[in-house]
């Protein structure tokens, strides 16, 4: 078989976690482009012979403070339309876990500010990060 080069594409993989306490979600203030300063998911690339699930408990401790072991965290889905980021085609596996009450966040990685929101009131959401919480919480 023949590969045609000029339709390959360049697909990456990431992973993002919907963290819920109490009727909140974590969300993350994004520190760079696409989309600074919006509201996001804690999540990120998935490293060089990293799972997806070790992906979203490295991703959420590094820019939240907030270590959630893999075994408490649950795949809510995968999110795959074209389109659902503007650097191009991007793969993400969504997890999520629930906390009993919300935990202090830190900061850190990429993120410049991390806050728990009411479900009630979130933000406007960077990518389709609303889309993966509601599906998140109606599992």
Do not use: C
């Amino acid at each position: 078989m023949t590969t045609d080069t000029t339709t390959d594409e360049t697909i990456r993989y990431t992973a993002d976690v919907v963290l819920a306490a109490a009727g909140h979600v974590l969300l993350i203030k994004r520190g760079w482009d696409p989309h600074k300063g919006s509201w996001a998911l804690p999540g990120g690339h998935v490293d060089i012979g990293e799972t997806s699930l070790a992906a979203a408990a490295r991703e959420l401790a590094e820019e939240t403070g907030i270590v959630v072991p893999t075994q408490a965290l649950r795949q809510a889905g995968t999110y795959d339309s074209p389109g659902r980021d503007p650097r191009g085609r991007y793969v993400t596996v969504a997890y999520t876990a629930n906390l009993t009450l919300p935990v202090p966040p830190t900061a850190g990685d990429d993120a410049s500010a991390a806050r728990w929101w009411p479900l009630t009131e979130l933000p406007a959401l960077a990518f389709d990060h609303a889309e993966i919480i509601a599906g998140a919480l109606n599992r």
